[in-house]
């Protein structure tokens, strides 16, 4: 029995090292789509959440991730663990079910009891009173029984080891581990915002509009999965749990062991190409030195976009110009912009956790790192 | 102009008929009234931003005398209350400023490993204070250092030496003493 949790343990820290873990986030990402008539059965789907939920008693039984899951912080990241699996199979389910009815010629599950007329008062507003109440009621037993976190007076000479950020922002924390403060902290976070808002004027589709649906959305569905559920949630739970002293990844289930000091000797684009590879010294000015990562970076934003509609495999340059096309060109390149934003954050972790690569172009004399 | 005004407004009042002049008058005034109050209440705010005292420790501190330190350690006495790491190393001294150049969290000076560690995002420096871990994208500063006239070592806060700018090649930068 012992030996069983402990090789259930092993296993599990190994799957969270960040690259497995990672690489099963984003395959995840595209196996609901692909398979979400599947998985979305209730039968299956709850079996999954049961199976989920024993784990996670049982990773409970572990006083080091016990002591992580029951800090007044991390409970309501556990909560919202388990909320956005719960919701994201109820979004799918809804989608898979009006799929099937669009099929076969049905209506949707939105249009049911359409002409039944019901009133706000007392309908809606009763529901919302009692939920009210409900709400209140668990956040006075919360406060009342969940201590606050607090810890000694703040001190400009000890910062806390681990230092995090409160829990809704540890996506963004771990986003400043890869990026400059300027780009993850001012850049990125404000074209995040803008995107999303950007959102409705960039989709013209009007599938989807007041009901589910995955297969007429597939592309959407798991383009917003990947930006939310992995990029945000999955990096939350990956700053709660996988983050210990001196910003160090460790297992869930890893003694949190100040002393861990893993060889993490980060180099530039720069480093790499002119000491690593071409065994020479760095070139004086900066200009020269940084022209290889300057033209990457160009590449990748201003190249890249025109050769999205012309990969010749997999259909993807057709459905990338039907997407131009029906977009329109203006529409279509922001989008792209903001797609190809989006995974620089993906492609610079796996770069920083395979190759130690710290900045693809380091200006430290103008304060300019990406 | 201000007297017409004043006398419009004031005979408005006497005689209690309210004109359209009048009425503009009384609201161009309540308006320059009100834009009064606030400018000084700005005043007022701004005038927190210069404190009559001002509980800081001085810029500039004696940091002991020269055989206190230690070869290849990193004193933390002076960390919490002036921010700095003295360096003694074979040819001399050198002050480190104690706020990591990626976000400025205080790092960790870790004796066993010979680095500093920031436990905010992972960033490693050395102990002459040049980056090699994590996303700290340039060393940390170093302070301007000197010997005062008792014998014991200065070091002077408002000068700043930063190595990405050659400055740590500056006289200032470093105070030449062989062990």
Not at chain 1, 76 to 102: H, Q
Request: proline share 6%; with cysteine; charged share 20%.
């Amino acid at each position: 029995m012992e030996a069983a949790s402990d090789t259930l343990k092993m296993i599990i820290n190994k799957i969270c090292e960040p690259e497995p873990f990672f690489i099963l986030m984003v395959l995840w990402c595209f196996a609901s789509v692909i398979w979400a008539d599947k998985w979305v059965k209730p039968k299956i789907a709850f079996t999954m959440m049961g199976a989920f939920f024993l784990l996670y008693l049982f990773s409970l039984t572990d006083s080091n991730f016990y002591s992580i899951a029951t800090k007044g912080d991390n409970i309501p990241i556990i909560a919202m663990l388990f909320m956005s699996v719960y919701f994201t199979w109820l979004g799918f389910w809804r989608g898979v079910e009006n799929d099937k009815r669009k099929a076969e010629g049905r209506p949707m599950i939105e249009e049911e009891g359409k002409e039944v007329k019901v009133l706000v008062w007392p309908h809606l507003i009763y529901i919302e009173f009692i939920v009210g109440i409900f709400c209140t009621a668990l956040l006075v037993v919360w406060s009342i029984v969940i201590m606050a976190p607090l810890e000694e007076p703040a001190s400009s000479a000890a910062t806390p080891n681990p230092s995090k950020a409160p829990w809704y922002f540890l996506g963004l924390q771990e986003m400043l581990v890869y990026f400059d403060p300027w780009m993850a902290g001012v850049v990125a976070p404000s074209l995040i915002i803008v995107g999303l808002m950007a959102i409705p004027y960039l989709d013209k589709n009007p599938k989807g509009n007041g009901y589910y649906t995955i297969k007429e959305r597939w592309f959407a569905i798991s383009f917003f999965n990947f930006g939310y559920l992995v990029l945000w949630m999955a990096l939350i739970f990956l700053g709660t749990v996988m983050r210990g002293p001196n910003w160090n990844f460790f297992g869930p289930f890893d003694y949190w062991d100040v002393h861990k000091q893993p060889v993490l000797n980060n180099l530039n684009l720069s480093e790499l190409f002119f000491i690593k590879t071409l065994d020479m010294g760095l070139p004086e000015h900066w200009l020269k030195r940084e022209a290889l990562g300057i033209a990457l970076t160009v590449i990748y934003l201003f190249v890249l976009p025109v050769l999205f509609d012309k990969v010749p495999f997999f259909k993807i340059g057709e459905f990338f110009k039907k997407m131009r096309i029906e977009m329109g060109a203006v529409r279509y390149y922001t989008f792209i912009f903001l797609f190809l934003t989006m995974m620089s954050l993906p492609i610079k972790m796996v770069l920083r956790w395979t190759v130690n690569l710290k900045y693809v172009v380091a200006i430290p004399e103008y304060f300019f790192n990406i | 102009m201000a007297f017409r005004v004043f006398r419009s407004i004031n005979k408005a009042a006497l005689s209690g008929e309210v004109t359209r002049r009048s009425f503009v008058n009384w609201l161009g005034l309540g308006w320059l009234m009100f834009t009064a109050a606030m400018g000084a209440c700005t005043a007022a705010m701004g005038r927190f931003m210069m404190p009559n005292v001002l509980f800081e420790p001085p810029m500039a501190f004696k940091a002991g005398f020269p055989d206190e330190y230690q070869e290849g350690k990193v004193d933390i006495r002076w960390k919490a209350k002036y921010g700095v790491w003295v360096v003694r190393e074979k040819g001399g001294f050198y002050a480190l400023s104690t706020v990591c150049t990626h976000l400025g969290c205080t790092p960790n000076w870790l004796s066993a490993d010979s680095k500093f560690k920031c436990p905010c995002h992972g960033s490693g420096f050395y102990i002459t204070g040049i980056h090699f871990e994590g996303p700290a994208p340039r060393p940390l500063e170093r302070y301007k250092i000197s010997l005062a006239d008792d014998g014991q070592i200065l070091v002077d806060k408002s000068k700043i030496f930063q190595q990405e700018k050659g400055q740590w090649e500056d006289a200032e930068a470093y105070l030449p003493m062989s062990a």
